[in-house]
Structures are given as structure tokens and as C-alpha cells.
């Protein structure tokens, strides 16, 4: 059979395709004569001479094919927002990537909310820490340390003196000079004293919690002090679900700093001193505190497990 190279510019006028015939309301009743390239296929061409009309489709076919296009147009349509969506993509769970995504950040974001709840509703399981320290490096140190719990009463307040100088990078971000630190505790001095608040079975709810416990857990190995885990959740990662600001690329919600978190919050912060162990705590406590009342009653899943 003749294949027709360069597409349907170079297909003589007397010869079409099934489609073009059908529409013409004719069927072929001889062989094809050729075929074109169409893209990814080759399409047979009939001869237009070489046909006869088509029959009228009977009732009973006309809703076989109406069904079949519902049926096809149903597979592609979005059960939430109702848009068809390109013949490429798929729907998952009956959705479209848009649905799902923004279903995904809002049930984030709500479970988000029920644990800032939990948190306030079962207060006496949690304690909030913060540390200040040299640097952000493993080999960095700590040179303040606080708990609180969740009425802003202070379990624990301390300087701690490092082995090595404290950078003044460092110092202008929290304020704590070499010479506040110099009567402080050390390291191995403080420790027992946090690893008893540590581990006495409450959760630890810390403000990026990975950099808090790492620079714990390095302080404890540069003393070689034992370090002992214990449950945190981190409060940086359920206020950036809370917000719900997704991002696409990284596939993950994006995290805001306490400043921004208390500053976005409208958290008043005056008296407290800022970039300190405690102020931080305080600020913590309070865009817990915040969160949830502005979000009105509990839930019920909430009442239930108490
Ligand atoms: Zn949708």
C-alpha cells in the first residue's frame, strides 16, 4: 500500500480516512488505497469513489454510544470540583491534582490544628525548651538553655558557659556575651539537672525540634555524657502544616521562624526580651495558646481522648 510521507497536505482530494468518511455520513466498501503518517499512527485512506452511505444508527445505538461518552467523560471529570481534566492525566481517588493537593494541605492543616489543641487541652503532658547557642554547627554549643510548661511557669532557666568563646555573630543574634557566661554552669554542671526534667514522661514540644535535640545530643558526646531520648514534637513543623503553605518543589510545607510565626500571630512579646531561651519559650507558649483560641471550641475527637 502507498504510504503518503509528509503528513495530510500531500493527500490527493479523493482519498479519506474512516473519520472524515463517517462524518460524511458515508462507510467504504472497498480496499484502502494508502496511508498517511498522522503524528503516531498510519491512517488507512479510502477512496471516496468507493463507498456507499452510511445507515442511520438506531435508537438502541445512539444510547449505547451516549453512554459509552458519559461513561468516558465521567472517568475524567473531578468529584470536587467537577472540571474534566486533560486526557494525559489520571484521577486519583476520584479527583484531579488540584483537588487533591488542596484536600491534602486542608487536612493537614486541620490535623495541625487538633494537636495545637491536644497540646492546650492536656497541658500537664507537655513542656516547651528552647536553647541559644554558639553557632549552627555540630561542634557549636550551648550557652542558654530553657523549659517552661505551657502556663509560662519556668521549670528551668540557664546560662551555660561554653569551652569555646562565643563568636560575636552569635552574640548579636541572642545578645549573651562571653562575660554573662562567665560564672554560668557548664555543660556537664547543667546536665543532670535537664536530663531529669528530660526524662520525667513529659513531650517535649521544641521550636525545630532537630536542631534543639542535635545540639543537646552534641554537647552531651563533647562531654562524654550519655544521652538519653526523649518524645518532642516539633512545633516549627505543625505551625507551617497550621499555615498550610505547600510547597510543590519540595514537597513540603514551608517553615516559618518563631520571630515571623509570633509576629504573624500578632503575639505581644514586650517585657519577654527577644532571642533569649526563655522569651522563646514564652513565644512559643503563646502562639500555642494564640492558635487555639482564635480557632474557637475544641473538637470533638479532642474531648473524647481526654
Ligand atoms: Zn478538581
Redesign the pocket.
Known amino acids: 500500500m502507498e504510504r503518503i510521507r509528509g503528513g495530510w497536505v500531500n493527500v490527493p482530494e479523493h482519498l479519506k480516512c474512516k473519520t472524515d468518511l463517517k462524518e460524511m455520513g458515508l462507510k467504504p466498501t472497498g480496499e484502502a488505497k494508502a496511508e498517511v503518517w498522522n503524528s503516531h499512527i498510519w491512517v488507512k485512506l479510502y477512496d471516496i469513489n468507493e463507498t456507499a452511505p452510511r445507515k442511520p444508527a438506531t435508537e438502541k445505538q445512539l444510547a449505547a454510544i451516549e453512554k459509552a461518552r458519559a461513561a468516558q467523560l465521567a472517568a475524567r471529570t473531578?468529584?470536587?470540583?467537577?472540571?474534566i481534566?486533560p486526557k494525559k492525566e489520571s484521577l486519583f481517588q476520584g479527583?484531579?491534582?488540584?483537588?487533591?493537593e488542596s484536600l491534602f494541605i486542608k487536612e493537614t492543616s486541620e490535623n495541625a490544628l487538633e494537636l495545637f489543641r491536644s497540646w492546650v487541652h492536656d497541658k500537664s503532658k507537655y513542656l516547651i525548651l528552647d536553647t541559644e547557642t554558639t553557632g549552627l554547627d555540630y561542634d557549636s554549643e550551648i550557652v542558654d538553655i530553657a523549659v517552661i510548661d505551657l502556663d509560662e511557669n519556668i521549670l528551668l532557666e540557664s546560662l551555660v558557659k561554653p569551652v569555646c568563646p562565643i563568636p560575636e555573630v552569635a552574640t548579636i543574634i541572642h545578645g549573651i556575651t562571653n562575660k554573662m557566661v562567665e560564672n554560668a554552669p557548664s555543660w556537664p554542671e547543667i546536665w543532670p539537672q535537664i536530663k531529669q526534667i528530660l526524662s520525667a514522661g513529659k513531650i517535649i514540644l521544641i521550636y525545630n525540634d532537630s536542631f534543639d535535640i542535635g545540639m543537646i545530643r552534641s554537647n552531651c558526646e563533647r562531654h562524654n555524657l550519655p544521652f538519653t531520648a526523649f518524645e518532642s514534637i516539633c512545633v516549627m513543623q505543625t505551625y507551617a502544616e497550621y499555615v498550610g503553605n505547600y510547597s510543590r518543589y519540595r514537597r513540603d510545607f514551608t517553615w516559618i521562624s518563631l520571630a515571623d510565626a509570633a509576629y504573624e500571630e500578632d503575639i505581644r512579646l514586650i517585657g519577654i526580651g527577644s532571642h533569649r531561651a526563655k522569651s522563646d519559650c514564652i513565644a512559643c507558649s503563646r502562639l500555642i495558646h494564640r492558635i487555639v483560641a482564635e480557632r474557637g471550641v475544641e473538637v470533638e475527637s479532642v474531648k473524647n481522648t481526654s
Not at 479527583?95 to 487533591?100: E, K, L, Q, S, V
Open positions: 473531578c468529584s470536587r470540583c467537577g472540571e481534566i479527583m484531579c491534582n488540584y483537588c487533591r
